[in-house]
């Protein structure tokens, strides 16, 4: 592949020393050439395999947008979903099986290895970008090991999914948001989705697979959704009309209908659209959203009378254009775009604005100003925006994907009592040809999903 052919991608990561055997690399790991683009600067940068030669690499037939990875009885299970103007999308179930490694890689898997975005140790064991070796997980996959994916299920819609999710303790029902929630599941044996719930913002009742359909086109699309990890009886729906509905999947329709959700509360969260919201970890009752006003706002069900606002940009925006609304949105730039909780505590949470390309970490205990910021610019040598963010299950680390079709892996599990702590160097990076549209963590696993184009990446990313 010609680098000098490539439109100008963020540079590759800044102050990571250079990888031990470099040298010996050179024939799997690409450099581009010129600039600032030399191996004295110890830039690492690695270049992506060709699709059809990828391990672990699921190509689609059409632009996937959304992911979100489980594993089951029957294996691996990838959930995609596409993005196509017009009303052909589809929602499709990707079975993973793995393949075991050689327990050392030689020259050839060596190469595989860094075209998935990994260096490579002497001893041939992938390495982190500053030189660390991947921890294996478990005794079940190594970082040699691979999957190979196959479609098990696929079902149409109309709209483009907004947001894809794997029930939380289970691998059979699927929720995806669009102009409505809809909730699947999922069945290996005859590899079918079949739809079981249909949530429509505005309405006191879901319907279930038999429900009428007709009116769904009049309600507020819904713009993202979370499911409770402690109780996946709850889920919680946004919508442009700046409205939070909690829905409780446990309660009984009151004709005796089954397959039916009740509405908990619903809510005005925001002066404008909603954007994106998460529960607190462990928690039912808490939960944080954000939206186009530039606020990110901590609810609690058990009094919903107080709200609390814990951040919002300092300089309000006074455009009389910015009004909640179905059609003709306007985009505030202070916008907060993407939320994401901690798992492994209830204070810290983070969001990315609309493009940007730095992540803010908000500590709830010190509202105002974050705790730490997540720098993408390197330097002012990348102005391309951060898309979206994921946590990792258990550990604290934070994956990034945007504009620059890089796949990120930052570090912020140091404490630091400096308000102004910047994160400006990741540990892992991983690159695309096109633009990375989302990431995903195998649950309890050191495995990431990353999807770019029509393409689905499994990555041993620690």
């Not at 540079?11 to 600039?35: C, M, Y």
């Not at 699709?51 to 996937?64: D, N």
């Not at 509405?263 to 928690?283: G, P, Y």
Request: charged share 15%; aromatic share 8%.
């Amino acid at each position: 592949m010609d680098w000098n052919a490539l439109r100008n991608k963020r540079t590759s990561v800044l102050g990571v020393s250079s990888l031990p055997k470099l040298q010996q690399q050179q024939a799997h790991i690409r450099f581009p050439q010129g600039g600032n683009y030399t191996l004295a600067n110890d830039l690492f940068y690695a270049q992506t395999a060709p699709v059809e030669s990828r391990a672990s690499h699921y190509l689609s037939q059409h632009p996937l947008f959304c992911a979100d990875w489980v594993s089951g009885p029957a294996g691996e299970l990838v959930a995609l979903s596409s993005f196509r103007e017009g009303f052909q999308n589809r929602i499709q179930v990707v079975s993973g099986q793995s393949r075991r490694g050689s327990g050392g890689i030689g020259e050839e898997d060596a190469g595989e290895a860094s075209g998935r975005g990994l260096g490579v140790s002497a001893a041939g064991t992938p390495l982190f970008a500053d030189g660390k070796h991947l921890p294996s997980n478990s005794s079940t996959f190594s970082a040699n090991d691979s999957f190979e994916f196959a479609c098990a299920a696929e079902t149409l819609v109309d709209y483009p999914v907004t947001s894809l999710q794997w029930e939380p303790r289970g691998h059979e029902r699927l929720a995806a948001s669009l102009e409505v929630l809809r909730l699947y599941q999922y069945s290996p044996e005859y590899g079918e989705l079949v739809q079981t719930h249909l949530l429509a913002n505005n309405s006191t009742a879901g319907g279930g697979s038999g429900s009428n359909s007709t009116d769904i086109n009049t309600f507020p699309p819904v713009t993202a959704f979370d499911w409770n990890k402690s109780d996946p009886s709850l889920i919680i729906t946004l919508s442009v009309d700046t409205t939070c509905t909690v829905w409780d999947l446990s309660r009984l329709h009151l004709l005796g209908k089954n397959d039916t959700a009740q509405v908990r509360t619903q809510l005005i969260a925001h002066d404008l659209e909603v954007f994106d919201v998460k529960f607190l970890h462990h928690s039912t009752n808490v939960f944080a959203s954000v939206s186009n006003d530039g606020s990110m706002r901590v609810f609690d069900l058990r009094s919903l009378e107080h709200l609390t606002i814990i951040y919002e940009p300092s300089l309000a925006t006074t455009d009389a254009s910015l009004s909640p609304g179905l059609a003709g949105t306007h985009y505030n730039p202070q916008a907060l775009l993407r939320l994401l909780a901690l798992n492994e505590d209830q204070h810290h949470l983070a969001t990315v604005g609309v493009n940007l390309n730095q992540v803010l970490i908000i500590d709830l205990r010190m509202p105002g100003v974050p705790v730490a910021t997540i720098d993408g610019l390197f330097d002012g040598q990348s102005a391309a925006a951060i898309n979206l963010i994921k946590w990792h299950p258990s550990k604290n680390l934070l994956a990034t994907g945007g504009d620059d079709c890089q796949a990120l892996v930052w570090d912020c599990s140091e404490q630091s009592p400096r308000p102004d702590r910047a994160i400006d160097t990741p540990v892992l990076a991983y690159s695309e040809d096109l633009e990375v549209n989302s990431v995903c963590w195998r649950r309890d696993s050191s495995w990431m999903g990353v999807v770019s184009g029509k393409g689905f990446q499994a990555l041993h990313a620690g």
